[in-house]
């Protein structure tokens, strides 16, 4: 199974980046998905989801109405839309795959992960 992340880059304070993670081996369809980030000396943390049943997503707070997960189930691939960005935004992204569809913002949860993708969000 693979996660490849892309996407990322460096970008202003206020722009937007879009990263996506292509999946194979497995689908998004049967899968949730979930994005989490990982800042230098910080522990990973969950951004969003979305659910395989239903298509449902979950933010945290601190990108919630910023931010938007999607997924495009005919090219296996999962989105992360981010507007106006910010420095504490600055961090590795990585997607992961879980069976289930609950409790999505827990990292253990999660079967597969991605290799990560940084962004950097300068000032």
């Known amino acids: 199974v693979q996660l490849q992340a892309s996407g990322g880059g460096l970008v202003q304070v206020g722009g937007s980046l879009r990263i996506s993670c292509a999946a194979s081996?497995?689908?998004?369809?049967?899968?949730?998905m979930g994005w989490f980030r990982q800042a230098p000396g910080k522990e990973r943390e969950f951004v969003a989801a979305?659910?395989?049943?239903?298509?449902?997503?979950d933010y945290s707070d601190s990108v919630k109405g910023r931010f938007t997960c999607s997924k495009d189930n005919a090219k296996n691939t999962v989105y992360l839309q981010m507007n106006a960005l910010e420095p504490e935004d600055t961090a590795v992204y990585y997607c992961?795959?879980?069976?289930?569809?609950?409790?999505?913002?827990?990292?253990?949860?999660?079967?597969?992960w991605g290799q990560g993708t940084q962004v950097t969000v300068s000032s």
């Open positions: 081996e497995i689908s998004v369809r049967a899968y949730s």
């Open positions: 992961a795959a879980r069976a289930g569809n609950s409790d999505l913002t827990v990292p253990r949860n999660y079967r597969y």
């Open positions: 979305i659910r395989r049943s239903g298509g449902g997503t």
